[in-house]
Protein backbone atom coordinates (compact mmCIF):
# COMPACT_ATOMS: atom_id res chain seq x y z
CA UNK A 1 0.00 0.00 0.00
CA UNK A 2 1.39 3.45 -0.70
CA UNK A 3 1.76 5.67 2.04
CA UNK A 4 0.44 9.09 1.31
CA UNK A 5 0.38 11.33 3.96
CA UNK A 6 2.91 10.28 7.10
CA UNK A 7 3.08 11.57 10.36
CA UNK A 8 6.44 11.27 12.42
CA UNK A 9 6.81 12.11 15.87
CA UNK A 10 4.81 15.38 15.87
CA UNK A 11 5.05 17.86 18.67
CA UNK A 12 3.36 21.15 19.07
CA UNK A 13 3.44 23.12 22.58
CA UNK A 14 2.53 26.97 23.07
CA UNK A 15 3.12 29.07 26.18
CA UNK A 16 5.13 26.29 27.23
CA UNK A 17 2.47 23.56 27.30
CA UNK A 18 2.39 20.83 25.01
CA UNK A 19 -0.92 19.83 23.39
CA UNK A 20 0.50 17.39 20.43
CA UNK A 21 3.29 15.06 21.65
CA UNK A 22 4.85 11.67 19.48
CA UNK A 23 2.32 11.43 17.18
CA UNK A 24 2.73 9.23 14.25
CA UNK A 25 0.28 7.99 12.15
CA UNK A 26 0.17 7.22 8.17
CA UNK A 27 -2.87 7.17 5.40
CA UNK A 28 -2.61 4.96 2.62
CA UNK A 29 -4.06 6.08 -0.99
CA UNK A 30 -7.77 6.29 -0.65
CA UNK A 31 -8.07 5.51 3.08
CA UNK A 32 -10.94 7.24 5.23
CA UNK A 33 -8.81 7.67 8.38
CA UNK A 34 -10.84 9.02 11.79
CA UNK A 35 -9.33 11.25 14.03
CA UNK A 36 -10.94 10.45 17.40
CA UNK A 37 -10.71 12.08 21.19
CA UNK A 38 -12.31 14.17 23.99
CA UNK A 39 -12.78 18.24 23.80
CA UNK A 40 -9.21 19.56 23.81
CA UNK A 41 -7.29 16.14 22.94
CA UNK A 42 -5.31 17.51 19.99
CA UNK A 43 -7.38 16.86 16.90
CA UNK A 44 -7.94 20.02 15.59
CA UNK A 45 -4.34 20.98 15.88
CA UNK A 46 -3.44 17.85 14.52
CA UNK A 47 -5.28 18.54 11.46
CA UNK A 48 -3.67 22.13 11.48
CA UNK A 49 -0.10 20.08 11.74
CA UNK A 50 -1.18 17.89 9.06
CA UNK A 51 -1.78 20.52 6.79
CA UNK A 52 0.97 22.52 7.00
CA UNK A 53 -1.11 25.53 8.57
CA UNK A 54 0.88 25.39 11.69
CA UNK A 55 4.97 24.09 11.52
CA UNK A 56 5.56 21.45 13.73
CA UNK A 57 7.97 21.89 16.65
CA UNK A 58 9.69 18.82 16.02
CA UNK A 59 9.01 15.68 13.94
CA UNK A 60 7.44 16.07 10.38
CA UNK A 61 5.27 15.71 7.95
CA UNK A 62 5.81 14.25 4.74
CA UNK A 63 2.88 13.87 1.71
CA UNK A 64 3.73 11.07 -0.60
CA UNK A 65 7.30 11.18 0.80
CA UNK A 66 8.48 14.71 0.38
CA UNK A 67 8.26 17.01 3.76
CA UNK A 68 5.37 19.13 3.51
CA UNK A 69 7.43 22.42 4.85
CA UNK A 70 9.66 22.13 1.56
CA UNK A 71 6.74 22.65 -0.86
CA UNK A 72 5.64 25.79 -1.77
CA UNK A 73 2.24 26.75 -0.93
CA UNK A 74 0.91 26.61 -4.11
CA UNK A 75 2.53 23.28 -5.14
CA UNK A 76 0.38 22.25 -0.82
CA UNK A 77 -2.43 23.72 -2.04
CA UNK A 78 -2.24 21.68 -5.68
CA UNK A 79 -2.30 18.75 -3.05
CA UNK A 80 -4.31 19.20 0.06
CA UNK A 81 -7.67 20.52 0.77
CA UNK A 82 -8.59 21.24 4.42
CA UNK A 83 -11.92 22.49 5.75
CA UNK A 84 -11.62 23.66 9.23
CA UNK A 85 -14.17 23.81 12.03
CA UNK A 86 -15.48 27.21 12.04
CA UNK A 87 -15.49 28.98 8.30
CA UNK A 88 -15.76 32.44 8.42
CA UNK A 89 -19.12 33.61 8.00
CA UNK A 90 -18.93 37.14 7.01
CA UNK A 91 -16.80 36.37 3.65
CA UNK A 92 -18.95 39.06 1.22
CA UNK A 93 -18.33 36.55 -2.03
CA UNK A 94 -21.02 34.46 -3.82
CA UNK A 95 -21.49 30.96 -3.38
CA UNK A 96 -20.45 29.69 -6.51
CA UNK A 97 -17.08 32.36 -5.63
CA UNK A 98 -16.30 30.25 -2.56
CA UNK A 99 -16.13 27.41 -3.89
CA UNK A 100 -14.62 28.68 -7.12
CA UNK A 101 -11.56 29.56 -4.62
CA UNK A 102 -10.27 26.05 -4.71
CA UNK A 103 -9.63 26.15 -8.48
CA UNK A 104 -7.16 28.99 -7.84
CA UNK A 105 -3.71 26.79 -7.27
CA UNK A 106 -4.46 25.01 -10.38
CA UNK A 107 -4.24 27.99 -12.88
CA UNK A 108 -1.82 30.48 -13.52
CA UNK A 109 -1.81 33.93 -11.03
CA UNK A 110 -4.80 36.46 -12.36
CA UNK A 111 -5.76 34.02 -14.95
CA UNK A 112 -9.78 33.58 -15.17
CA UNK A 113 -11.85 30.67 -14.49
CA UNK A 114 -12.29 28.18 -17.63
CA UNK A 115 -15.19 26.17 -18.02
CA UNK A 116 -13.56 23.14 -17.28
CA UNK A 117 -13.29 25.31 -13.53
CA UNK A 118 -16.71 26.54 -13.80
CA UNK A 119 -17.68 22.72 -14.86
CA UNK A 120 -15.38 21.12 -11.89
CA UNK A 121 -17.16 23.77 -9.30
CA UNK A 122 -20.81 22.76 -10.26
CA UNK A 123 -19.97 19.21 -10.33
CA UNK A 124 -18.49 19.66 -6.86
CA UNK A 125 -21.97 21.71 -5.63
CA UNK A 126 -24.16 18.30 -6.96
CA UNK A 127 -21.33 16.52 -4.87
CA UNK A 128 -22.43 18.22 -1.62
CA UNK A 129 -26.12 19.49 -2.23
CA UNK A 130 -25.50 23.30 -2.70
CA UNK A 131 -26.31 23.67 -6.03
CA UNK A 132 -29.66 25.61 -5.25
CA UNK A 133 -27.38 27.81 -3.23
CA UNK A 134 -24.69 28.97 -6.14
CA UNK A 135 -26.02 32.38 -6.88
CA UNK A 136 -26.67 33.20 -3.22
CA UNK A 137 -24.58 35.58 -1.19
CA UNK A 138 -22.33 32.73 1.02
CA UNK A 139 -22.79 35.32 3.96
CA UNK A 140 -26.76 34.62 4.32
CA UNK A 141 -26.29 30.78 4.17
CA UNK A 142 -27.27 28.47 7.35
CA UNK A 143 -24.16 27.12 9.39
CA UNK A 144 -25.02 23.32 7.35
CA UNK A 145 -24.95 25.22 4.12
CA UNK A 146 -21.92 26.76 4.65
CA UNK A 147 -20.12 23.90 5.99
CA UNK A 148 -21.24 21.83 2.69
CA UNK A 149 -19.79 24.72 0.30
CA UNK A 150 -16.32 24.64 2.36
CA UNK A 151 -16.61 20.92 1.96
CA UNK A 152 -17.56 21.47 -2.19
CA UNK A 153 -14.54 23.88 -2.10
CA UNK A 154 -12.09 21.74 -0.99
CA UNK A 155 -13.46 18.57 -3.59
CA UNK A 156 -13.14 21.35 -6.13
CA UNK A 157 -9.54 21.69 -5.24
CA UNK A 158 -9.46 18.44 -6.21
CA UNK A 159 -7.14 17.46 -3.61
CA UNK A 160 -4.79 13.95 -3.42
CA UNK A 161 -5.59 14.50 0.47
CA UNK A 162 -8.53 16.18 2.02
CA UNK A 163 -8.54 16.74 5.87
CA UNK A 164 -11.53 17.40 7.61
CA UNK A 165 -12.05 19.30 11.17
CA UNK A 166 -15.15 17.94 12.81
CA UNK A 167 -17.11 18.55 9.18
CA UNK A 168 -20.79 16.88 10.12
CA UNK A 169 -21.05 19.54 12.75
CA UNK A 170 -23.69 21.59 11.37
CA UNK A 171 -25.39 18.99 9.23
CA UNK A 172 -28.24 17.68 9.74
CA UNK A 173 -28.62 13.81 10.00
CA UNK A 174 -29.17 12.97 6.45
CA UNK A 175 -26.51 15.03 5.35
CA UNK A 176 -24.15 13.69 8.16
CA UNK A 177 -24.65 9.92 6.49
CA UNK A 178 -24.16 11.71 2.75
CA UNK A 179 -21.11 13.35 3.51
CA UNK A 180 -19.20 10.86 5.09
CA UNK A 181 -20.48 8.38 2.48
CA UNK A 182 -19.22 10.66 0.05
CA UNK A 183 -16.10 11.45 1.86
CA UNK A 184 -15.54 7.67 1.90
CA UNK A 185 -16.25 6.75 -1.43
CA UNK A 186 -14.14 9.11 -3.36
CA UNK A 187 -10.77 8.01 -4.28
CA UNK A 188 -8.89 10.89 -2.24
CA UNK A 189 -7.29 10.20 0.75
CA UNK A 190 -9.28 11.26 3.77
CA UNK A 191 -8.54 12.27 7.72
CA UNK A 192 -11.62 13.61 9.49
CA UNK A 193 -12.11 14.23 12.99
CA UNK A 194 -14.62 13.46 14.51
CA UNK A 195 -17.23 13.14 17.70
CA UNK A 196 -19.90 10.86 17.01
CA UNK A 197 -18.39 7.41 17.46
CA UNK A 198 -21.15 5.86 15.12
CA UNK A 199 -20.33 7.77 12.66
CA UNK A 200 -16.69 6.73 12.54
CA UNK A 201 -17.28 3.23 12.92
CA UNK A 202 -19.33 3.26 10.03
CA UNK A 203 -17.07 5.36 7.81
CA UNK A 204 -13.43 5.18 8.54
CA UNK A 205 -11.27 2.76 7.13
CA UNK A 206 -9.23 3.02 10.38
CA UNK A 207 -9.60 5.41 13.36
CA UNK A 208 -6.65 7.15 15.77
CA UNK A 209 -7.82 7.99 19.09
CA UNK A 210 -6.31 10.99 21.13
CA UNK A 211 -5.92 11.82 24.36
CA UNK A 212 -4.27 14.51 25.97
CA UNK A 213 -2.65 14.86 22.70
CA UNK A 214 -1.49 11.48 22.12
CA UNK A 215 -2.65 8.97 19.96
CA UNK A 216 -3.88 6.53 22.63
CA UNK A 217 -5.20 3.91 20.09
CA UNK A 218 -4.98 3.68 16.31
CA UNK A 219 -6.40 0.91 13.61
CA UNK A 220 -9.92 -0.38 12.77
CA UNK A 221 -12.84 0.88 14.29
CA UNK A 222 -13.90 -2.30 15.67
CA UNK A 223 -10.83 -3.38 17.41
CA UNK A 224 -10.21 0.13 18.97
CA UNK A 225 -13.35 1.57 19.65
CA UNK A 226 -13.98 -1.51 22.93
CA UNK A 227 -16.09 -0.40 25.90
CA UNK A 228 -12.94 -0.42 27.74
CA UNK A 229 -10.91 2.29 25.86
CA UNK A 230 -14.15 4.24 25.56
CA UNK A 231 -14.59 4.21 29.17
CA UNK A 232 -10.54 5.16 29.48
CA UNK A 233 -10.45 7.74 27.17
CA UNK A 234 -14.01 9.61 27.30
CA UNK A 235 -14.87 8.40 30.89
CA UNK A 236 -18.40 6.88 30.33
CA UNK A 237 -19.65 3.28 30.56
CA UNK A 238 -20.82 2.20 26.83
CA UNK A 239 -22.11 -0.64 25.34
CA UNK A 240 -20.46 -1.78 22.36
CA UNK A 241 -22.08 -4.57 19.81
CA UNK A 242 -20.54 -6.46 16.77
CA UNK A 243 -22.49 -5.50 13.35
CA UNK A 244 -22.08 -7.37 10.22
CA UNK A 245 -20.01 -4.83 8.98
CA UNK A 246 -18.29 -2.51 12.43
CA UNK A 247 -19.86 -2.05 15.84
CA UNK A 248 -22.99 -0.36 16.86
CA UNK A 249 -21.93 1.99 20.26
CA UNK A 250 -24.54 3.28 22.54
CA UNK A 251 -23.07 5.42 25.25
CA UNK A 252 -25.18 4.25 28.62
CA UNK A 253 -23.85 6.94 31.24
CA UNK A 254 -21.00 8.84 32.48
CA UNK A 255 -18.19 7.02 34.84
N1 LIG B 1 -3.22 28.82 19.90
C1 LIG B 1 -3.48 28.24 21.07
N2 LIG B 1 -3.23 28.87 22.23
C2 LIG B 1 -3.47 28.28 23.42
N3 LIG B 1 -4.02 27.04 23.54
C3 LIG B 1 -4.30 26.37 22.42
C4 LIG B 1 -4.05 26.92 21.12
N4 LIG B 1 -4.44 26.02 20.19
C5 LIG B 1 -4.90 24.95 20.88
N5 LIG B 1 -4.83 25.16 22.22
C6 LIG B 1 -5.24 24.24 23.28
O1 LIG B 1 -4.81 22.94 22.90
C7 LIG B 1 -5.74 21.95 23.32
C8 LIG B 1 -6.16 21.13 22.12
O2 LIG B 1 -6.98 21.95 21.29
P1 LIG B 1 -7.66 21.38 19.97
O3 LIG B 1 -8.53 22.46 19.44
O4 LIG B 1 -6.62 20.82 19.10
O5 LIG B 1 -8.54 20.19 20.58
P2 LIG B 1 -9.73 19.36 19.94
O6 LIG B 1 -9.47 17.93 20.26
O7 LIG B 1 -9.91 19.73 18.50
O8 LIG B 1 -10.95 19.88 20.79
P3 LIG B 1 -12.54 20.01 20.46
O9 LIG B 1 -13.09 18.61 20.45
O10 LIG B 1 -13.04 20.78 21.65
O11 LIG B 1 -12.70 20.74 19.17
C9 LIG B 1 -6.89 22.70 23.97
O12 LIG B 1 -6.72 22.67 25.37
C10 LIG B 1 -6.73 24.13 23.43
O13 LIG B 1 -7.25 25.07 24.34
Known sequence: MTAILQAHDLRWSVRGRTIIRDVSMSTHAGETVGVLGPNGSGKSTLIRLLAGLRPCESGQVLLEGRPIGRLSKRALARKVAVVEQEASSSLELGVEDVIGLGRIPHRPAWAPAT??????????AGQTDVLECL??????????????VQIARALAQEPTVL?????????????????LSLVRSTPVTSVVALHDLNLAATYCDRVFVLAGGRVVAGGPPSTVLTAELIADVY?????????????????????
Request: hydrophobic fraction near 35%; glycine fraction near 6%.
Open 135 to 148: DRSYSTLSGGERQR
Open 115 to 124: TADRERVAWA
Open 163 to 179: LLDEPTNHLDIRHQLEL
Open 235 to 255: GVRARVEPLEHGVSIRVIEPL
